[in-house]
C-alpha cells in the first residue's frame, strides 16, 4: 500500500467510527480550524462544581454552562500558542497550555499532537506522558488531534516494535490509542457519546 493509500485507508476507517477528518496545508490552517470549531459550538457544559467560574444557562444534561469558552492546547511550541491565543483571544476565549486540573468540570476544546495513526482502525496514537496532555483529550467536550500524513502505519502489527521502544525508554508512560469519540453501551446496550470523554473527535491531517 502506497503512502496516498495509507492516508485514503486512515481517513475512510476514522470517518466510520464518527470522527472528523481535515486535511489542512499547515499549522496556520489548523489553529484557524480549531478557533472556528470553537466558535461554532455551544458553551461546554460544566459537570462538576468549579468555584468562582461564571455559569451561564443549563445545558442539555440541565447542569450549568460555562460562559467563557475554553481551548487547551498543552504541546503547542511557543510560538503557535502565542498565535493561538492570539485568536482567542480576539474571539473571547480563554487558550491554556498549563493547569488543566483547575477546570475538571470540562472545557470546549482539547488540542493533542498523535504521534501516528493506524490505517486499518483509523485509530490515533498518543503519548500522554504530560497529565496536562491526558486531561486536554479527556475533559474536553471536542478534541481534536493533529497527526502527519507520513506517520500514518498499516496497522496495530506495524507499530508494535516504536511501542516497545517508547515502554523501554522510560520507567513509566502513558500511551493512549483512540479510535472515534467517546462511547459506550454499558447500560442496558444503549450507545452513549462522551460518557468517558469527548463527544466529538476532529482528526487534522498535515502535510509534513
Do not use: W
Amino acid at each position: 500500500m502506497n503512502h496516498e493509500e495509507l492516508v485514503a485507508a486512515f481517513v475512510a476507517k476514522a470517518q466510520a467510527v464518527n470522527a472528523v477528518v481535515q486535511e489542512l496545508p499547515d499549522m496556520a490552517a489548523a489553529l484557524d480550524y480549531v478557533v472556528d470549531i470553537c466558535e461554532k459550538k455551544a458553551p461546554a457544559e460544566m459537570l462538576a462544581d468549579e468555584p468562582g467560574t461564571a455559569q451561564g444557562p443549563l445545558g442539555p444534561n440541565k447542569v450549568p454552562t460555562r460562559v467563557q469558552k475554553i481551548v487547551a492546547a498543552p504541546e503547542l511550541n511557543d510560538a503557535d500558542f502565542a498565535k493561538l491565543a492570539a485568536a482567542c483571544e480576539a474571539r473571547g476565549f480563554l487558550c491554556l497550555k498549563g493547569g488543566l486540573r483547575q477546570y475538571l468540570a470540562g472545557i470546549d476544546m482539547g488540542l493533542s499532537t498523535a504521534e501516528l495513526g493506524v490505517a486499518a482502525s483509523g485509530t490515533c496514537m498518543l503519548n500522554t506522558d504530560s497529565e496536562d496532555v491526558r486531561l486536554a483529550g479527556m475533559i474536553a467536550e471536542i478534541s481534536v488531534l493533529l497527526l502527519k500524513k507520513s506517520a500514518i502505519y498499516p496497522d496495530l502489527p506495524s507499530i508494535t516494535q516504536l511501542v516497545r521502544e517508547r515502554m523501554a525508554a522510560n520507567t513509566a508512560t502513558y500511551t493512549t490509542l483512540v479510535t472515534g469519540p467517546s462511547r459506550t453501551a454499558d447500560i442496558e446496550r444503549e450507545p452513549a457519546v462522551g460518557v468517558h470523554g469527548p463527544l466529538e473527535l476532529h482528526i487534522i491531517l498535515l502535510e509534513d
